[in-house]
């Protein structure tokens, strides 16, 4: 009690030390919003410019740097212009809206996270499966590989009409898409990570004549444990990104897919990027939380601190 | 170069024969059961380099209660052997007899606890749960693997640690800590593989002693693997001296001092005389070849 009401007004007064120990994170940001902006005069330049010309009017270069940073439909929209795009399309309509980014960005998270279940729990099986089963190992990873070498906007379309065909539409089939995009990830790490533990413990275990779902749950599975949750949050974007990938050959009903394929019909790139930016901050998120879990999970598993 | 000494062959067909010296302790050892007994075990692993002989011909019989050292330079087959009366190897030649039965089946009746020369403590457990993981995987019921735990990690000297996690302990206090797992499901033999092989000499003679204590007060059967002569010749009934290129035992001998032993017998005259045999019975097996 009393080191905690110590410390805690110690913590909050001293906005200076989180300052000092985030600085350069901080600098790094600065300096990619810095050429982003540089990217962003320089790519839609040449448009403003002609744009001033053809109306034959005189321009000055703070004007046109101006210009630059206003464009209706840019090549590199600006900053601020995402931000306001972000928020408009966010807070500008009700959430259950099809002009609501909110409501597409709900949308692909769900299929994201089903999609992400699914991949991450086939992809243990399978590693179990191939640790255990030496004639699986040779006779399924190349399968495995080849699944992973087709293009998915190849794979995609054909799931979509088969799920279609038989009356699955909606969540499920995108999360398949997803699913199978993830799992790979998940099936090579955790193969590494089962078969980390070092030969003294398995002798251990054999000593003990343990059988072998006690070896799997009492060693193999706790020793790949951080190898689990490093694929895990490799899968996570990938998900993520099978998703997205999902939407597109749907006829661009719902999602941050659609949005995407919407913006480039019209030729709206603010539109565009604010997708992307959405999709890159529920990336963020998703890892963040994998990355919470770790640190629970570690430090319940007596990590050094 | 030629062998340095020709082996003392008369010695070296006796252990290969019957392994059993005459003397009296041995004698009197041969009257009750024998805890291990290996007649003509021979091991050869098949290696991308070829044929490898870990272990030729080896006859060895230990008898209950016995505290026998597996003594020899590395490569010498001493921990091969070993893993083949724990059934981590089969043989490829000969029979194995532990308590009776095979090997196999010794093993799957859990006759023996194991400590490695590394603890090999499961970094994810405390250190009470590493202690109880054989009770669980043996199937005992949840206060008995308490009270079992608390009982052994006592006699090792680690009450009050329980909560805390491997990498909180030193090297000596995990050893400690895997003996007691050993210990847990209390085996009648133990076998140890350089068990204090990487700890320091201080640590190394107190655990020493502890470990005589516990041999002493628990009557179970210790096979133990060392490099150091002092060690073999103070904790052992009967030392076992390899050799290397083929694995094989060269002189089995005799240590026949109390079993309450304490450090000061490594000033007597017979301790220093067991050392000395012990030291010629490694010498003349060694080969200077390379």
Redesign the interface.
Known sequence: MTSSAIALPRVSSRPTAWLSQHTPILAVVAVLFVLWYLAAFFMNAPLVRDAFERNEVKYTFSELVAGTMEAQRPVVPAPHQVAAELYDSIFGYPLDSRRNLAYHAWVTLSATVVGFAIGAIFGIVLAILIVHLRTLEKSLLPWIICSQMVPILAIAPIIIVVFGAIGIRGLFPKSIISAYLCFFPVTIGMVKGLTSP?P??L????????NKL?VLW??RW??S?PFLFASLKVSVTISLVGAIVAELPTGAQAGIGARLLTGSYYGQTVQIWAALVCAAVIATVLIAIIDLIAKWTARR??A?P | MARASSPPTSTQTAARMTSQPATGASRAANASALTVDARGVSLTFQTRDGAVEALANVNLQISDGDFVSFIGPSGCGKTTLMRVI???ERPTAGTILVNGVTAEEA??K?Q???I?Q?P?L?????IERNVM??L???GYPANERRERMQRYLKLVNLSGFERK???QLSGGMQQRASIARALS?DPALLLMDEPFGALDEIVRDHLNEQLLRLWDQTGKTVVFVTHSIPEAVFLSTKIVVMSPRPGRIIDVIPCDFPRDRTLEIRETQEFIKIAQRVRSGLRSGHSYDE
């Open positions: 070092d003294i413990q002798d251990l275990m054999r000593t003990w004549s343990a006690q009492k060693l706790p020793a444990i598993m007596g050094t | 724990a059934d981590l093993r799957l859990r023996y606890g194991y490695f590394a090999a499961y970094p994810w457990r405390t993981l054989p669980e995987i043996m996690f491997p990498w499901f």
